[in-house]
C-alpha cells in the first residue's frame, strides 16, 4: 500500500514537472514569434517610408515589386499604413492606398472582417474604412458585417467605417441593425448616430418621428442637436411641451440650446415651470444659450428652486444677460443672507468674478 502511494506520488510529481516544462516551452515559442514578427514589422515599416520617399522623388518600383509579401505581410503592412493613413493626407496617403490594394492586403482585411475572431473583425472594420469610399467590395463587406455579423461592436464599427468613409448607412438601416442589441456599445452608438444625424438630419428627423422607444427618441434628438439641425426646431419645440418621459423634455430642450434658434422661444418658456427639475434646469440654460432675454424676469424666481442645478443653471443664465441679469443677482446675492438664493448668487459671481 504505503508502495504504491509512492509510486502515485512519484508519477504526480514527475507529471507537474512534466507540465511545467511544457508549459515553459509554450511560452519560449510564443515570446520568439513575437519577436519575429516585430523585427518583421519593423523591416517592414523602413521599407514602406523608404518606399513613400522613393516615389516622392520618382525613382521608386511598384508596390509589387518592392512588396512581395505573404498574407502575413500584408497584414502588417495593413496595420502600419492604417496608422499612416490617420496621420497622411493627398499624395502620400493615396499612394499608400494603392500599395495596400497591390500587395493584397485590402483584400485579405476583407476576409478577415468576414472569418476572424470578434476582434480581428472589430479592427479590419476600422481598418477598411479607407478603401470604403472607392471600392465596391469594401462597402458591400461593410454594410454585410453591419447587419448580419453576430457581434455588436463589430457592426457599430463597421457602420463607423461606413460613415467616415462618406458612404453612411440609412438612419433606419443602423437602428434596424443595431438599436435593440445589447453587445453594441452604448457610447459608441450614440456618437454614431452624432455623425448621422450631420450627414443626413432628414433621415435623423424621420427616424425620430417614427421610434416608439422614448430611450431610442432620446438619443435621435441629442443626435439632431448636437449637428445643429436648423431644419429639426420644430420636432425639438413639440418634444420638449409634449413629451411624455422627462428624459425626453429634456434632451429636447439640450438640443435646442445647442441649435440656438429663437423659434425655440415658446418650448423654453414652458420648460422654466415644467414639473421636472431636469426639464427647468434644461430650460434655465437654455435662455442664456440662445439668448431669449425677454424671459430674463422668470429667472430669478428660479433662484429659489428645490433643486440646486435648477437654481445654479437660472443664476449661471442671469450672470450671461448683460448688466440687468447681474443686478438681478447681485440683489439675490444680498437679499437673504446664508439662505440658498444668496448661496447660490454669490456663487456664480465669485465664478465671474474670476
Known sequence: MLQAIWWTALALAGASLLIMLMLIL?????????????????????????????????????AAEAFPVDDRDARILMDQGHRLLNTLRGAAAERIVTLLHAVGAVESECLRLSAG????????????RWFAADDAAVHAALCCAMTEDPDGAVRLAAAQALTDAGRAPDVDAAVSAMWTRQDVPGRGLQDLFRDLAAQAPDQARAALAAAAEARLRVVLIDALGHARAIGAVPDLTAAAVHAAEL???????????????????????????????????????GVMRIGLSDLAPRLPPLLDDPQWWVRFRAAQALAAGGPEGRAALETAAASDGAGRTARVAQLVLAEAAR
Request: proline letters at 3%; zero cysteines; hydrophobic letters at 50%.
Open 26 to 62: 509554450r511560452r519560449l515559442i510564443v515570446q520568439r514569434g513575437q519577436r519575429r514578427r516585430l523585427q518583421r514589422a519593423e523591416a517592414l515599416k523602413a521599407r514602406l517610408f523608404d518606399w513613400i520617399e522613393r516615389t516622392d522623388d520618382g525613382a521608386a518600383p511598384t
Open 117 to 128: 475572431k470578434a476582434a480581428e473583425r472589430r479592427t479590419a472594420a476600422t481598418a477598411l
Open 247 to 285: 428624459n425626453e423634455r429634456a434632451a429636447a430642450l439640450r438640443a435646442l440650446a445647442a441649435i440656438g434658434h429663437p423659434r425655440a422661444h415658446d418650448a423654453v418658456a414652458a420648460g422654466l415651470s415644467d414639473p421636472a427639475w431636469e426639464v427647468r434646469a434644461q430650460a434655465a440654460l
